[in-house]
């Protein structure tokens, strides 16, 4: 079993930024990927940036140039950066971690970005 928890999301201005966390815990050792998806109200989830076991990144093209998605090992956590905040950036994100077959989910945090 593979535990995240989600941090950081809150109520910014367009133009701001935002670091949200995923902490992992449990069994964590084999995870191939990891990634942010985000669900804005009345609309399907969808992959915001995947990060690879080798450090490859991948991001929706909305969000290029904007977003960064990291990891720092020692502290079991990954990051995305979000800078340049839009309004359509709005919604509720959620980490996740792919382990063999399974994807294990965050619980969610919610990024508000007000006009």
């Known amino acids: 079993q593979v535990q995240l928890v989600e941090s950081g999301g809150g109520l910014v201005q367009t133009g701001g930024s935002l670091r949200l966390s995923c902490t992992v815990s449990g069994r964590s050792f084999g995870i191939s990927l990891m990634g942010w998806y985000r669900q804005a109200p009345g609309k399907q989830r969808e992959l915001v940036a995947q990060?690879?076991?080798?450090?490859?990144?991948n991001y929706t093209d909305s969000v290029k140039g904007r977003f960064a998605i990291f990891r720092d090992n020692a502290k079991s956590t990954m990051y995305l950066q979000m800078n340049s905040l839009k309004a359509e950036d709005t919604g509720v994100y959620y980490c996740y971690a792919k382990l063999a077959l399974l994807k294990y989910w965050g619980q969610g945090t919610q990024v508000t970005v007000s006009s």
């Open positions: 990060l690879g076991s080798g450090g490859s990144t």
